[in-house]
């Protein structure tokens, strides 16, 4: 894993009793944040949060994230080829 360094302002790093909640906050951020713009799969993000998949839907769930990772109009567009397969079937 790369290591990075940042400055975090002091009023935000007080907040936090040790660096290692704020480090695990920040990656837990950063993976949700390239999961929603998908660049990483359920998978890749739970496998690098060491957690479960039902424990990283709860975390979207929890910051109000949807676990879809797509526009309305993608989703518009697999509901009328699957509104036209299935008429295809009839």
Do not use: C, W
């Not at 990075?4 to 007080?14: D, H, K, N, R």
């Not at 949700?32 to 359920?42: F, H, K, M, P």
């Not at 890749?44 to 676990?67: P, Q, R, V």
């Amino acid at each position: 894993m790369q290591t990075i360094t940042i400055s975090i302002p002091q009023i935000l790093s007080e907040k936090y009793l040790n660096i290692n909640d704020l480090q695990g906050l920040m990656l837990q951020n950063f993976v949700i944040a390239e999961y929603q713009r998908g660049n990483l799969s359920v998978r890749e993000a739970t496998t690098i949060l060491a957690i479960s998949y039902n424990e990283f839907m709860n975390l979207l769930g929890k910051y109000h994230l949807s676990f879809i990772n797509a526009g309305k109009s993608e989703i518009t567009d697999n509901y009328n080829k699957f509104q036209s397969f299935f008429k295809l079937q009839q």
